[in-house]
């Protein structure tokens, strides 16, 4: 079972604008990772979160995460073509694996 | 540094038929975990191995079995093959040992069930 759930399913925007997108999990959790992935390809490490982090940031990447709400958003500032890709969240669960979501596609038109 | 390794890129296989798959994980990585993929959803996890043994396993039926080597290289072996089978399978390596718990993938095995 998928633990996070990404929220828009699909994002359409310009070249420079921003992409934001969020996630929502229903346990708790130590850590929350965002992942990138092109055309069905191979998922690319973006960002980790801890539990007790509020926000990282990495180049144009921004992740908040708010434990209160078991929620997550990842902000793109002033996106690239580059950038089209589909988006997950993935959380640790009691297994020791990471449980992703479904996933965001995001589309940035040049 | 090398990164993660899939083998095959592309399978077909036939209803009933085994198939295994590999991967090599990264350098210095002592886990891998394996996750199964169908078309425009995310990862589902299958299992993890940790240290040649199996760390944690996802809802997945017996059929799906793996194994991690020395090298901790892994294979992923699916017997009965089902048409529901068919779908990206990807491979992960990390180590939380080190204290870092994020995920390094491979491109993953593309795996028609005919």
């Known amino acids: 079972s998928q633990q996070g759930e990404e929220d828009p399913q699909a994002l359409s925007i310009q070249e420079g604008e921003n992409a934001t997108m969020n996630c929502s999990y229903k346990?708790?959790?130590?850590?929350l990772q965002w992942y990138r992935q092109n055309s069905g390809r191979g998922l690319v490490h973006l960002i980790l979160?801890?539990?007790?982090?509020r926000e990282k940031h990495s180049g144009r990447l921004r992740v908040t995460l708010d434990t209160s709400k078991k929620s997550s958003s990842l902000l793109i500032t002033a996106s690239r073509a580059a950038d089209t890709a589909s988006y997950f969240c993935?959380?640790?669960?009691?297994?020791?694996?990471?449980?992703f979501g479904a996933g965001t596609r995001l589309t940035v038109k040049p | 540094e090398t990164g993660v390794t899939q083998s095959p890129t592309h399978l077909i296989k036939t209803r009933g038929q085994q198939v295994t798959l590999r991967c090599s994980s990264q350098s210095g990585h002592n886990t891998v975990s394996w996750y199964q993929q169908a078309l425009g959803q995310g990862p589902q996890f299958i299992f993890q191995?940790?240290?040649?043994?199996?760390?944690g396993r996802g809802n997945f039926p017996p059929r799906f079995s793996g194994l991690q080597f020395p090298n901790y290289s892994s294979e992923l072996n699916v017997n009965a093959l089902e048409l529901d089978d068919s779908a990206l399978y990807l491979c992960a390596s990390s180590n939380p040992d080190r204290g870092y718990y994020g995920y390094t993938f491979g491109s993953g095995t593309r795996l028609t069930v005919v």
């Open positions: 346990t708790s959790i130590n850590n």
């Open positions: 979160i801890r539990s007790n982090e």
């Open positions: 993935a959380t640790d669960a009691h297994n020791n694996d990471m449980r």
């Open positions: 191995y940790y240290r040649e043994e199996e760390n």
